[in-house]
C-alpha cells in the first residue's frame, strides 16, 4: 500500500544529487577579479591578450590564481583586493585603450564546477549596489525620421524613373506627391506600388491638382519602432562597456522603455554620461597612391602626407585615408549581417537612405577597383572597420561589405554600424542609486530572516507532528535545495524580492505537509489503521495541495505579466518554488514515510 517502484526513488536520488551540484557554487565565496573586455565588437580577447596580460604581470611579480578566456572575455582572479588594484593598473597599461579593465568579484567555486557549467546566481541591484536607470525613447521622433526617409525615397525613385511631380512634401504622417497630369500619378503609382511596399497609396484630386497621399502601414510603423528600440539596446550595451561593468542589465520594458541597471557602478554623473553619448560612422576613399612603406612609416610616426590621415585597419595594418568624408552614418537606415549571394562568404548587407543611395552610387561609379574605408569613431578616436574594393557601380542604397570575414565578425560589424548611435533620443524618468554597504546589510537581512524561518517552522514542527513533522522539515530543505539549483541553472539574477519569494515558497511547501498530517490525524481518528491512514492522508490531501498551488500560480502568473522588475523578480521565484514545493512537499516526504512504515508488516502508531 506505502511503497514506491524502484523508478520513483531513483528520480528523486537523481533530482537531489543534481540539485545538491549546482546548488553547491553558491556556497563559495567571491574572490578579487579583473575582467578585460574590448570596447569594441572588432577587438576580441583571445589567447593573445591573455599571453600580453600575463607577460604583464609576470614582469612585475603577479600571478594570478586564474587566467580564463570566458563569455568574450578575459578573467583573472587574484589572492587579495591590494593585489587586484595593483593588476588592474599594471594590465590597462599592457592592452591600451582599446579594451577596458573592470574590479570584478567572482565565484571561487573549483574548476570542475565550471566545466559542468555550475555557476552561481547573479546578485541583484539590491544586494551587489549600484545604479539603475529607466529610460523613455521618444517613439515620435523616431517615425519622424522614417517618414523623413521615405520622403527623400520617394524623390528618388520618380528621378530615377524621370517621373516628373510638382513637389514631395510631408504633412504629418502623410508624405504627399503632387502631378500635374492623371496620366503621370497613375505611373507613379505604379513605380511607387512596387518600389516602396511600406506605404499604402491612394490617389487624391483636388481641382487642377493631382495627388498621391502615402501613409505608413501599421505593420511598418510597428517594425519602425521596435528596430529604435533593439538599437537603442545595442547602442546602450555597447556604451556601457566603458563604466567597467561586469554583469550590466540591460533589458526592454515594454513597447518603448529601457532599464538600465550598473552593478557596482556609484558615480550617477558618468554613468549618464556614457548613456547618452554619441558616436559616428564616416565613409571615406583610402588614398591608394600613397599608401606605400615609406608614407604609412611617417602616418604612423604622427606625420601623414597633406590631405590624408593614419589609421589602424581591422586585422592590425595601418592604412592612410583622405581626410574628406563622402558619406556619414546619419545616411544608414539598416545594416543585418548576411552572406555574399556569389562566394557564399559572410557579409554585411547595409541599407542607405535616398540621398545617401545617390551619393554612394555617384562615389561608387568614379572610383571603380579603388578602395573605401568605413570608420567608426567616438570620443574623438577613430578606427577603420572594414576597406573593401569597389567592384562596380552600386545603385539603390543597398551595399554590401564583405572579404576576410567570420560569421561572427559579420554580425559585430553591423551591430556596429547600426548602433553608432541612438535610433532615437531618450530620457530618464527614474533613477535610483544603491549603495553598496545598503546592498550587503540587504543580503545579510534576507539571508537571516529565511535562516530563522526555517528554524521556527523546524522547532514547531517537530513539537507538534513529532516525527512527520522531522520529514516535513527534510523536504523543505529539499524544496530549497532544488529551489536555488533551478535559479542557477537558470543564471537568474537574485533580488530582494526574489529572497521573499523564496521565503513564501518555503511558508507554502510547510503548509502543504501541515494539510497531509493533520488529514493523517483524522483518519487515526476515525478509526483507520496507521498504514491505511498514510495512504488516505497523501492521497486526500492532494487535491486540496493542488488546488491551493494552482491559485496562487495563476497570482504568479498575472504578477510577472502585468508587472516589471522587482515585481517580476518576485513572480519567477514563485512560480518556479510553486512547481519544487509540489515535487517535494508530496513526493519526497512520502518516499520518506514509505521507507519508515512501509515495509513494516504491522505498525502499531504513528509518531504524528
Not at 590564481?65 to 578575459?74: N, P, W
Not at 569613431?377 to 577603420?384: C, P, R
Not at 507554502?508 to 476515525?526: K, Q, W
Amino acid at each position: 500500500m506505502n511503497r514506491y517502484p524502484l523508478w520513483k526513488y531513483l528520480i528523486i536520488v537523481v533530482t537531489m544529487m543534481v540539485s545538491a551540484l549546482y546548488t553547491l557554487p553558491n556556497v563559495f565565496k567571491e574572490v578579487p577579479a579583473l575582467q578585460v573586455s574590448p570596447v569594441r565588437a572588432t577587438l576580441k580577447a583571445d589567447t593573445a591578450l591573455q599571453t600580453r596580460a600575463t607577460e604583464a604581470l609576470g614582469a612585475a611579480a603577479i600571478t594570478p590564481t586564474q587566467t580564463v578566456l570566458e563569455g568574450g572575455s578575459l578573467r583573472l582572479r587574484f589572492e587579495d583586493v591590494d593585489t587586484q588594484l595593483r593588476a588592474k593598473d599594471i594590465i590597462e597599461k599592457a592592452v591600451g585603450e582599446g579594451y577596458i579593465v573592470a574590479l570584478n568579484l567572482v565565484s571561487n567555486s573549483p574548476d570542475w564546477l565550471r566545466a559542468l557549467n555550475a555557476l552561481p546566481m547573479y546578485l541583484g541591484l539590491d544586494l551587489r549596489g549600484g545604479v539603475h536607470f529607466l529610460l523613455q525613447i521618444d517613439m515620435k521622433t523616431a517615425l519622424n525620421k522614417k517618414i523623413e526617409g521615405y520622403v527623400n525615397d520617394v524623390r528618388t525613385q520618380l528621378r530615377e524613373q524621370k517621373i516628373a511631380s510638382a513637389g514631395v512634401s510631408r504633412d504629418g504622417q502623410t508624405v504627399i506627391v503632387r502631378f500635374r497630369d492623371a496620366a503621370t500619378r497613375d505611373k507613379a503609382m505604379t513605380v511607387l506600388g512596387k518600389n516602396a511596399p511600406d506605404l499604402t497609396l491612394r490617389s487624391v484630386d483636388e481641382g487642377s491638382e493631382f495627388r498621391i497621399v502615402a501613409t505608413l502601414r501599421p505593420e511598418a510603423i510597428k517594425r519602425s519602432q521596435e528596430f529604435a528600440l533593439q538599437q537603442n539596446v545595442t547602442t546602450l550595451r555597447n556604451r556601457v562597456n566603458e563604466l567597467g561593468v561586469a554583469e550590466p542589465v540591460i533589458q526592454q520594458q515594454g513597447a518603448d522603455r529601457i532599464v538600465v541597471q550598473l552593478p557596482g557602478v556609484q558615480d550617477t554623473a558618468k554613468a549618464k554620461e556614457i548613456l547618452g553619448r554619441t558616436a559616428a560612422l564616416e565613409v571615406r576613399m583610402v588614398a591608394e597612391d600613397l599608401n606605400d612603406v615609406t608614407n604609412l612609416q611617417a602616418g604612423a610616426a604622427g606625420n601623414p602626407p597633406f590631405g590624408t590621415e593614419y589609421y589602424t585597419e581591422r586585422g592590425g595594418g595601418g592604412l592612410l585615408v583622405r581626410r574628406t568624408a563622402v558619406l556619414t552614418g546619419d545616411r544608414i537606415t539598416d545594416a543585418q549581417p548576411g552572406f555574399d549571394g556569389q562566394t557564399g562568404e559572410p557579409a554585411v548587407h547595409i541599407t542607405l537612405d535616398g540621398q545617401g543611395a545617390r551619393i554612394f552610387q555617384q562615389v561608387t561609379r568614379e572610383n571603380v577597383n579603388k578602395r573605401m574605408a568605413i570608420l567608426l569613431i567616438e570620443k574623438g578616436s577613430a578606427e577603420v572597420v572594414t576597406a573593401p574594393v569597389i567592384r562596380t557601380e552600386i545603385g539603390g542604397g543597398r551595399v554590401q561589405i564583405s572579404g576576410r570575414m567570420t560569421t561572427s565578425e559579420a554580425r559585430d560589424v553591423s551591430l556596429l554600424l547600426r548602433a553608432g548611435a541612438l535610433a532615437a533620443p531618450m530620457e530618464i524618468i527614474e533613477e535610483r542609486t544603491v549603495g553598496p554597504s545598503l546592498g550587503a546589510d540587504n543580503i545579510a537581512k534576507g539571508v537571516n530572516s529565511t535562516l530563522i524561518g526555517m528554524l521556527l517552522v523546524t522547532v514547531f514542527m517537530c513539537i507538534y507532528y513529532r516525527f512527520f513533522g522531522f520529514i516535513a522539515v527534510v523536504a523543505l530543505l529539499a524544496n530549497m535545495l532544488l529551489l536555488v539549483a533551478i535559479l542557477s541553472m537558470m543564471q537568474a539574477t537574485l533580488t530582494l524580492p526574489g529572497i521573499a519569494g523564496i521565503a513564501l515558497t518555503l511558508g507554502m511547501a510547510i503548509d502543504a505537509n501541515v494539510l497531509i498530517n493533520e488529514r493523517i490525524r483524522e483518519e487515526l481518528r476515525n478509526g483507520s489503521t496507521p498504514q491505511a491512514a498514510i495512504h488516505a492522508g497523501y492521497d486526500r490531501a492532494f487535491d486540496t495541495i493542488l488546488d491551493a498551488n494552482i491559485t496562487t500560480l495563476i497570482a504568479g502568473f498575472a504578477l510577472f505579466w502585468l508587472g516589471s522588475g522587482p515585481i517580476r523578480g518576485f513572480a519567477v521565484t514563485l512560480c518556479i518554488g510553486i512547481f519544487t514545493t509540489m515535487f517535494s512537499a508530496v513526493m519526497v516526504s512520502r518516499a520518506l514515510v514509505n521507507l519508515t512504515y512501509g515495509r513494516q508488516r504491522k505498525v502499531e502508531t504513528l509518531s504524528v
